[in-house]
């Protein structure tokens, strides 16, 4: 992988502390970083592109670093090394990010990074929203995960599954570099993005793999997959517990044990929570009003609508709308 982002520069200096104002101004807030061996004058850059769901940067400096996961937004990070190695840990476990192995660090997380001497170190950081990674197992899987997925630390990218990681990363950066304005359009940008992220939950293992190998809905009762069908039909209107033991022609009890059995929540807490996805997606991806994309999904109580949609997403709606 060439030296990515070319014409995205944020930082050049041999004081780190621009390095690391760059850094935090590039993340959203989504970090905290400090140094691990003190401030050392050197050669420091950062380029790189923030966007809606995400961001990324290419990182060149010999700066010992722990970066902890601000509280709030939660978001996962995966580094892939593209010149010389860096020495890396996650909670205690450690592997060498190079051209062979990557990292990728889950929210809440604490990583330490520190780069081999003997070579020019350069790595892309890239990191995406936790919602973006909850949204593609839902696809996957047919329900949102019960808790958060949790991927193991080292990615082998020389491997068959995670060399398609790797690809998908390089060919965004690629896109990002092209200058095309067609490649700029966030469409294209969030189509990419779903990819890697629908990659990385297929090729790495993580605390929820097992249920990725049964693939949508299948195992699920006939009650519920025609009960999880009805609410994606009619997720705009007022949908009650009884609306939906009705469509899956089962008492309110039965339906709401099937729900909490095999998904881990209630009907109307899965109904709730597609909503706010929902809204989210349309808040990123048109100019309309807050308000109005609410009232579209049915939600007549805005004031409600905030706190829950902080409460999914660590941030308001128009936190997600200012980054339009």
């Not at 996962?76 to 890396?88: D, E, K, L």
């Amino acid at each position: 992988m060439p030296e990515p982002l070319r014409n995205h520069l944020m930082a050049k200096s041999r004081n780190p502390v621009d390095l690391l104002n760059a850094a935090t101004r590039l993340f959203g807030g989504s970090i905290a970083t400090s140094p691990l061996n003190g401030l050392s004058s050197a050669d420091h850059e950062l380029r790189g592109v923030v966007a809606d769901d995400f961001a990324v940067g290419y990182f060149a400096s010999p700066l010992d670093v722990r970066v902890a996961s601000s509280s709030g937004r939660g978001s996962y990070f995966v580094n892939i090394g593209v010149t010389g190695a860096i020495s890396a840990s996650r909670g205690g476990l450690p592997t060498t990010l190079d051209r062979t192995t990557a990292g990728i660090v889950n929210p809440g997380d604490t990583q330490e990074l520190r780069p081999v001497r003997s070579t020019r170190t350069g790595f892309v950081g890239l990191r995406i929203d936790a919602a973006l990674v909850e949204q593609e197992f839902t696809t996957l899987t047919g329900h949102p995960p019960v808790s958060t997925v949790r991927f193991d630390f080292a990615l082998d990218v020389a491997g068959a599954k995670g060399r398609a990681v790797q690809l998908l990363v390089r060919s965004l950066l690629e896109q990002l570099d092209s200058g095309d304005p067609l490649f700029q359009r966030q469409e294209l940008q969030r189509s990419q993005l779903r990819c890697i992220v629908t990659a990385l939950l297929l090729a790495q293992p993580h605390s929820h793999t097992g249920e990725l190998r049964d693939g949508p809905h299948r195992g699920h009762p006939r009650s519920l997959r025609t009960a999880l069908a009805f609410i994606d039909a009619n997720l705009a209107e007022r949908i009650t517990l009884g609306d939906i033991a009705e469509a899956a022609a089962c008492s309110p009890r039965t339906i709401s044990s099937a729900f909490r059995d095999r998904l881990g929540l209630s009907p109307l807490s899965y109904v709730r929570n597609l909503r706010l996805d929902r809204i989210r997606a349309d808040i990123l991806a048109s100019t309309d009003s807050v308000g109005t994309i609410a009232y579209r999904w049915g939600v007549s109580h805005l004031g409600r609508f905030a706190a829950e949609y902080r409460g999914r997403f660590a941030e308001l709606p128009s936190g997600t709308a200012a980054r339009r």
